[in-house]
């Protein structure tokens, strides 16, 4: 029952190691993440590093959908962490799960070096703008998170069928609006969800007990 597990036990003598843990781990991935995107940024100032052609990109118009990809990405990491914590036995594995992610991503942005696309939408100056900057979200491309992330949670929460569809149906939302927008090639949006699926199954190897308390809501 859900009931039996609140956000007090995440921080008894038992579980505030795996917290802290997690925090830490979630610290070290934006870290990751931020000198990444400083080197990738770097590197696709030089003259060697060119845009791709890509076949979807190349045959589909380009829209400044940034109000998608930006209010609507971030309000969606505000109501999805919500829903976590009323969730307490999902928060450990969850918040590991996505610092993995984050991780794990910005080694591939270190690892590749394709050009941006010259019809990609920058964001604008609003606040929501500054603050999608500022997290780095719209720097690195290979996988894309914004299709992976919410992939990676859907997965996590696969037996709760309402939060699987919308978290899905989110997922596919934004990997259709990154592609209008030509902020991401199509090999960045079509490998996320493997990526993300990948991700959930080390996450279970590394946090097995983190995990079992998904498991033991579920009995």
């Known amino acids: 029952m859900q009931g039996d597990f609140t956000l007090r036990d995440i921080f008894s003598r038992e579980r505030l190691p795996s917290l802290i843990g997690a925090f830490a781990l979630l610290g070290a991935a934006y870290v990751a993440e931020y000198f990444a995107n400083i080197y990738a940024f770097d590197y696709s100032q030089r003259p060697t590093s060119n845009y791709v052609g890509d076949i979807v990109l190349d045959n589909v118009p380009v829209l400044d959908i940034n109000f998608i990809i930006i209010e609507v990405a971030l309000i969606s990491i505000v109501l999805v962490t919500l829903f976590v914590l009323y969730r307490p036995r999902y928060f ?128």
């Open 92 to 219: 450990l594995f969850t918040l590991k799960a996505v610092a993995l992610f984050i991780i794990i991503r910005a080694v591939f942005i270190s690892l590749t070096h394709v050009g941006i696309h010259p019809e990609s939408i920058a964001p604008g100056l609003g606040l929501f703008d500054s603050i999608y900057t500022y997290l780095n979200f719209q720097t690195g491309l290979f996988f894309s998170g914004h299709t992976g992330l919410p992939f990676l949670v859907a997965v996590i929460f696969w037996d709760n069928k309402r939060v699987r569809y919308a978290l899905l149906s989110l997922s596919f939302i934004f990997a259709v609006a990154v592609l209008l927008a030509h902020v991401h090639y199509s090999i960045d949006v079509l490998a996320a969800p493997f990526m993300a699926y990948g991700i959930f199954k080390i996450a279970q190897y590394l946090f097995p007990r983190d995990y079992e308390l998904i498991g033991q809501m579920q009995k």
